[in-house]
């Protein structure tokens, strides 16, 4: 990615300290997904190695993960897929238990949102523990998909989630790494 894109993605995210509690810097991405250069710009740039590569779904986590995720899939001709908090989704549902900071949550997708084989990208705005996409990958394999790679505009690194998914095989892009948490 070159340096001029790099500038112009970090001028868009709003970083807001002791959000939601103290300590945490909280990177506020509403900020870029209103800058219509950053916005499309971002998009461009995640779904840039995967055109031509047959994916067939794009699953997006909620909430912010659906806002990238439905851009993504329509850039990729993919159907889109939501990965929601527990007791949202109206049909049957697999779900997961997963942990957060404090304590544990759950996850849950249709269980005929994917067929066994599917080639699927996964997405959400930012990676930090990898708690969250690691659940959501599981749950995507326990259907039977292909996670191809996982898309992030923003890695936290030192948290070490990207290297946890590398390990179990899949693939992270991201577009920016901000360093602590
Ligand atoms: P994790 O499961 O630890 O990788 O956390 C990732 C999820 O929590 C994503 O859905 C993020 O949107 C959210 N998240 C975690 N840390 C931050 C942060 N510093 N700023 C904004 N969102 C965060």
């Not at 993605?9 to 506020?28: E, Q, V, W």
């Not at 779904?47 to 993960?65: C, D, S, Y």
């Not at 995720?69 to 779900?95: C, D, N, T, W, Y």
């Amino acid at each position: 990615m070159d340096a001029d894109l790099q500038t112009t993605l970090n001028a868009a995210i709003r970083t807001i300290p002791d959000y939601p509690k103290p300590g945490i810097l909280f990177r506020d991405v509403t900020t870029l997904m209103g800058n219509p250069r950053a916005f499309r710009r971002a998009v461009d740039e995640l779904v840039q190695p995967f055109a031509g590569a047959r994916i067939t779904k794009v699953a997006g986590i909620e909430a912010r993960g659906f806002i990238l995720g439905g851009a993504i899939a329509h850039q990729l001709s993919a159907g889109f897929v939501p990965i929601r908090k527990k007791g949202k989704l109206p049909h049957e549902a697999v779900s997961i238990a997963y942990s957060l900071e404090y304590g544990l949550d759950e996850m849950e997708i249709h269980k005929d949102a994917v067929e066994k084989g599917e080639r699927v990208v996964l997405v959400d705005d930012l990676i930090a523990t990898g708690g969250t996409a690691m659940a959501a990958t599981a749950l995507l394999r326990q259907l039977g998909a292909e996670v191809v790679a996982a898309c992030f505009i923003i890695d936290l690194p030192d948290l070490g989630g990207a290297a946890k998914l590398n390990d179990i095989g899949v693939p992270v892009r991201r577009l920016l790494a901000f360093p602590g948490h």
